[in-house]
């Protein structure tokens, strides 16, 4: 089992930055594949980044490629989303999520655990 916690969400104006981190409890955190999804209202959930347990592999989406910055410290069972450069559209309730496979997924169905979400909101 593992559990996820986000925090770092916030208002942010356009070209701003923010930092997201997601907590996890359980003792195999560092053999879980971890990622970050975001869902805007009215919008399904779509994948934002993912990184293996090493960090050997890491995906972003096109949308947030060059802007965002996925990282993990396993000894503090800690992932971190750095966004920068952030636009309106960025503006969603982000999550982050797991899944016991040595390989990202962008999809949600391939992730078993969730956090319970944190908002970003960018303004113009």
């Known amino acids: 089992q593992v559990q996820l916690v986000e925090s770092g969400g916030g208002l942010v104006q356009a070209g701003g930055s923010l930092r997201l981190s997601c907590a996890a409890s359980g003792r195999t955190f560092s053999s879980y594949t971890m990622g970050w999804f975001r869902q805007a209202p009215g919008k399904e959930r779509d994948f934002v980044a993912a990184?293996?347990?090493?960090?050997?592999?890491?995906d972003y989406a096109d949308s947030v490629k060059g802007r965002f910055t996925i990282s993990r410290d396993n000894a503090k069972n800690t992932v971190y989303l750095q966004m920068n450069s952030l636009k309106p559209e960025d503006t969603a309730v982000y999550y982050c999520a797991a899944r016991p496979v040595p390989l990202p997924s962008r999809t949600h169905q391939g992730y078993d655990y969730w956090g319970q979400g944190t908002q970003v909101t960018v303004s113009s």
């Open positions: 990184i293996t347990w090493g960090g050997g592999t890491i």
